[in-house]
């Protein structure tokens, strides 16, 4: 889609942006991070800009193949008839879509009826409930998403028929950084807008490819004999008043400490040496509430698969100075500028849903930074080069804070009680998307496979 410029702030300008058009498409994302939407009259739309408008609940209650869960859940159900919600428009996310005439588009968030409150599951919703907590103590998230994904020649039917097995690359084999294989990595940019641009970037990607006779998959973990896709994800925060990264030391600070590596606190290691309080902070928390927001990182069954040793995958609570073989990679000083630092999660593929995968992130980091936390494990560095330890019991240390291995385990943990997803989003948010998750889980269990079939099939 068309680059945002200066976003309208008021009817009127809306109106004037519209002078020329008949309809406008609307669009809302629901929790699998797909797009639901309608293409409506322009004088419907610009009536329902200060109000809303209604929007059926059934979003909520369905999966993304549109199959209602198989546990009725609060929102939407047939006790309440599934009944609309409230959709009110961003006007601040005006873009056009070249690729079908040029039509305006607009994202939507969605409300409760009643309490005209933000609904506790809308993705937009959720993040920015979190940002508030951001503005409150004067800072900005910064954040960068990364998208692998591999291209196929085929259609919407050429797959169909083949039941979706064997589907023909543009390219064969494992070749980084060449044709069939791409990685997108996005303009840096406040949160909100990259959970919007990295959410329309996925389905821009899929809807030019058809038109090309391609088809993008994003999927975590497309062929079993390779890498699979992933989502990473770049954070910073910025002070609202200086527009400084707060998470980076005082160039004096990092100099000094450069200089006199010595001078580290038995409670440091080098990897921190370039890292702010606040940023300290920041990665403790997200080390501390990893395992529980596992299912907004890894969200489907497929994810899982990408999640396994000697694939360039994370498979522990683990992180490090520039190393890319860690659950989260710190950037900092020697090897990039101050103003640059950041933290990189390498935990989820490219199948996440955005505005999710940034909120439970962002709402892990704010519970490090308010409670003050300190790192709690050390950096892989100091693990795999510390002195007087065999390699099994290096090995063991790691193993210790091992991910989950599958959607089912890591849904558990998050709906346990207590659990850190709980305190950062909410029980109605875990419990609304943890039975979403289980229900993904309870389909997965009844599917009978092609490896199965192959392997069983004749022989037993």
Not at 83 to 109: G, H, Q
Not at 262 to 269: A, Q, R, V
């Amino acid at each position: 889609m068309s680059n945002k410029t200066k976003s309208p702030q008021t009817k009127e300008e809306v109106e004037k942006l519209l002078e020329n058009d008949q309809r406008i498409k609307v669009a809302g994302v629901d929790v699998d991070g797909i797009l639901r939407g309608k293409i409506i009259l322009k004088s419907k739309f610009l009536s329902i800009l200060e109000n809303g408008f209604g929007f059926c609940s059934v979003i909520f209650g369905w999966d993304m193949h549109d199959k209602t869960y198989s546990e009725e859940l609060e929102i939407s159900n047939l006790e309440n008839g599934y009944a609309d919600l409230i959709a009110k428009v961003d006007i601040s996310t005006y873009r056009r879509i070249p690729w079908e005439n040029n039509i305006p588009f607009f994202l939507l968030s969605f409300y409760d009826p009643t309490t005209k409150e933000s609904l506790h599951v809308c993705p937009r919703g959720l993040l920015k409930n979190i940002l508030t907590k951001y503005d409150a103590l004067g800072l900005k998230p910064m954040c960068g998403a990364e998208f692998e994904f591999f291209n196929f020649k085929e259609t919407p039917e050429t797959l169909a028929a083949k039941q979706y097995h064997l589907p023909e690359p543009l390219t064969q084999g494992m070749f980084g950084y060449c044709p069939g294989v791409y990685e997108a990595a996005l303009s840096y940019s406040q949160a909100m807008d990259m959970a919007d641009s990295a959410t329309l970037f996925k389905l821009a990607t899929k809807q030019i490819g058809i038109l090309r006779g391609v088809m993008p998959c994003f999927m975590a973990k497309p062929h079993p004999d390779l890498p699979g896709c992933s989502g990473h994800m770049h954070f910073s925060l910025k002070s609202m008043n200086t527009e400084e990264n707060v998470f980076a030391k005082k160039y004096s600070e990092v100099d000094e400490l450069v200089e006199n590596g010595s001078n580290l606190s038995n409670e440091e290691w080098k990897d921190t040496k370039a890292m702010s309080d606040i940023m300290k902070q920041f990665l403790a928390g997200i080390l501390v509430g990893l395992p529980s927001i596992m299912p907004l990182l890894a969200p489907n069954i497929n994810s899982y698969k990408r999640l396994v040793e000697n694939y360039w995958a994370p498979v522990s609570v683990s992180w490090g100075l520039e190393n890319r073989t860690a659950a989260i990679r710190v950037i900092s000083p020697p090897t990039s500028p101050a103003s640059a630092t950041r933290i990189e999660l390498r935990v989820p593929g490219a199948d996440i849903n955005p505005y999710f995968a940034i909120a439970a992130t962002l709402a892990c980091g704010l519970y490090g930074i308010e409670n003050k936390l300190s790192v709690p494990i050390p950096p892989l560095s100091y693990i795999n080069n510390k002195v007087g330890i065999s390699q099994e019991e290096k090995t063991n240390l790691l193993a210790q804070n091992q991910l989950s291995k599958s959607l089912k385990e890591a849904t558990l943990v998050m709906m346990a009680k207590d659990s850190i997803a709980r305190k950062v989003l909410g029980d109605k948010f875990v419990d609304h998307f943890g039975k979403s998750r289980l229900h993904e889980w309870k389909l997965w269990e009844t599917c009978i496979t092609n490896w199965e079939t192959k392997r069983y099939f004749e022989t037993v």
